[in-house]
């Protein structure tokens, strides 16, 4: 049975701007065919029980991280084509965040500010603030906002170091599903490494898998280890229904990093580009599916069909290794490639370029 791709996680609450009347509010899963749910209670439910055999519960956990989980809102409007002409719709998309810095630096989602105007943060304690985006990356479905608050309500997390991250950990997630903000789930890691799919179809390696109810809303809100540090961004769902499945994926805190370092210093972010799509083989390696004109790929002669068995001196045992490895580099950087062609091995030497967004 094929696997359903993984789920965006924005909440959009629609309303008509034309003749259309207003009706209840209704909270929109955005990515679930059209499913909706009426939020009717608000509760937050957090175990007293400890995430690891010697660390805090799960509540001392919430009360040293919450005030520093942020919920996120903006407006967009999309427009319709019906017989009686364009109708236009205005969404509030809502998703979740937390404060990175006591300069005012909160990361999320990509998807959550994309497109996006008027933005807002509001804070644990009901204080809501405007805020406007200092760099997103689409290809990391990252972004940072500066929100307008005072320094009393910046109460910055401290990131964790995702390497460390072991399939069976403790982990929790707070954050702003269907809107109810400051909800908090438990689970563990369910898998390391994982490569998931950014929206503009690039791959995101080193993506933390969990068991944590995670639903629409939960986007950009942190994955906490059992010392309270944030280890990944909470970004996608496995899911057959579009609801919690189990089957969580977090953006890894090393990614978070390094993206949000470089959105800081300039706003924007250069990936290193190779060009090819890989899939698997018999064995190991990577099998190149197919190559892009003009990438540095083609330039060094790589064809559908070669089997990279090596990058850069890493022995590349699958897919996501190459991509985990190239990810890893930097535009311009030279690399030595390893791979077979029709039970020959060949060598080529590759000088990476900046992907396009």
């Known amino acids: 049975m094929l696997r359903n791709r993984a789920t965006l996680l924005i909440v959009v609450a ?3 701007l034309a003749v259309v009347a207003a009706g209840a509010a209704v909270y929109a899963a955005a990515a679930s065919g059209g499913d909706t749910r009426t939020v009717v209670e608000r509760q ?4 007293s029980t400890s995430v690891s055999a010697s660390g805090p519960t799960i509540h001392q956990i919430y009360e040293r991280t919450h005030k520093g989980v942020v919920e996120i809102t903006g407006s967009e409007t999309t427009s319709t084509k019906t017989p009686f002409g364009a109708q236009k719709q205005k969404a509030t998309v809502q998703g979740s965040g937390f404060v990175y810095d006591t300069n005012g630096h909160v990361v999320t989602n990509f998807h959550v500010v994309q497109g996006t105007s008027s933005m807002k943060v509001a804070f644990i304690d009901g204080s809501i603030y405007p805020a406007s985006v200092v760099g997103d990356d689409p290809s990391t479905d990252l972004a940072v906002l500066k929100v307008a608050a005072p320094a009393s309500e910046l109460h910055a997390l401290a990131i964790g170091d995702s390497a460390t991250a072991q399939v069976g950990d403790g982990v929790v997630a707070i954050g702003s599903p269907f809107g109810l903000q400051g909800t908090v789930t438990t689970g563990i890691v369910s898998a390391v490494g994982r490569t998931i799919s950014s929206d503009n179809s690039y791959s995101i390696s080193g993506a933390i898998q969990t068991d944590a109810a995670i639903n629409h809303g939960n986007s950009g809100g942190p994955l906490l280890n059992a010392t309270g540090k944030v280890i ?10 579009g609801g919690s499945d189990g089957v969580g994926f977090a953006i890894s805190s090393d990614t978070v990093t390094s993206v949000v370092k470089q959105l800081l210093a300039s706003g924007k972010v250069e990936h290193a580009y190779l060009g090819v799509s890989v899939g698997p083989t018999t064995g190991s390696g990577a099998r190149v599916g ?28 699958s897919p996501e290794d190459l991509i985990a490895a190239v990810n890893a580099k930097q535009p311009s950087d030279k690399v030595t490639i390893t791979y077979t062609r029709n039970g020959a091995t060949r060598t080529a030497h590759v000088t990476l370029a900046s992907r396009s967004s």
Not at 232 to 241: K, L, Y
Not at 293 to 302: I, T
């Open 14 to 16: 629609v309303a008509a």
């Open 290 to 317: 197919s190559v892009k004109s003009g990438s540095p790929a083609a330039a060094a002669g790589l064809k559908a069909g070669d089997v990279i068995k090596a990058f850069g001196g890493h022995r590349i045992l």
């Open 232 to 241: 990944g961004v909470n970004s996608q769902i496995e899911s057959e229904g």
């Open 44 to 47: 937050t439910t957090i175990a």
